[in-house]
């Protein structure tokens, strides 16, 4: 197998539970990675890939699911990152309500530090640039610029429900059974 053919192929890692390790970014895991943990008898193989890899002694198909063995307790809290808040407030602007990608984003303060504010969940929101530019280092009142929704620290139920809004550009068919198996079912 050639090694671009082999990149192509990550292994979507689930907790013991069976659920993914996070939605955005999607848990994956290299190929070399993957087959590491099944070696080592860490995670059990629930699909794979038709591709194979060949050692000397031994041939072996490409893991495309993997479960861990041991339950990974997720954190209460989320960690307080820009990509967090941006997962939080969707990828929105909370001034002009515009989309954009995370690239295209700004971290700003509802209240400026430069007024007291601080750098937390309650006092940041995702902005683009030409809104914070507008709002500037200004009290809303002044700037007359107020986010669509009051910051808040999410919790992490809301920001994987926020994740599996926003799928990765490359989705193996047979992942999508464990990315979505708590999604509406449609009645036919």
Aim: aromatic share 12%.
């Amino acid at each position: 197998m050639s090694a671009a053919l082999a990149e192509s192929c990550p292994a979507l890692v689930l907790n013991a539970d069976f659920r993914p390790l996070s939605y955005f970014p999607l848990s994956l895991w290299s190929w070399q990675d993957s087959i590491k943990a099944v070696f080592m008898s860490r995670v059990s193989v629930i699909s794979e890939y038709d591709n194979v890899v060949h050692s000397p002694s031994m041939e072996m198909r490409l893991p495309s699911v993997i479960a861990l063995k041991d339950y990974v307790h997720m954190s209460r809290k989320p960690a307080f990152t820009r990509f967090n808040v941006f997962l939080r407030d969707e990828f929105q602007c909370q001034y002009c309500g515009a989309h954009h990608k995370a690239e295209s984003l700004t971290f700003d303060h509802v209240l400026p530090r430069s007024l007291g504010g601080r750098t937390t969940w309650q006092n940041v929101v995702a902005a683009c640039s030409p809104c914070n530019l507008r709002k500037g280092a200004r009290h809303p009142r002044e700037s007359g610029v107020r986010p669509f929704r009051t910051p808040r620290q999410p919790s992490n139920h809301q920001l994987q429900a926020n994740g599996r809004a926003f799928p990765p550009n490359y989705l193996h068919q047979s992942w999508r059974d464990y990315l979505y198996w708590d999604s509406e079912l449609e009645s036919s």
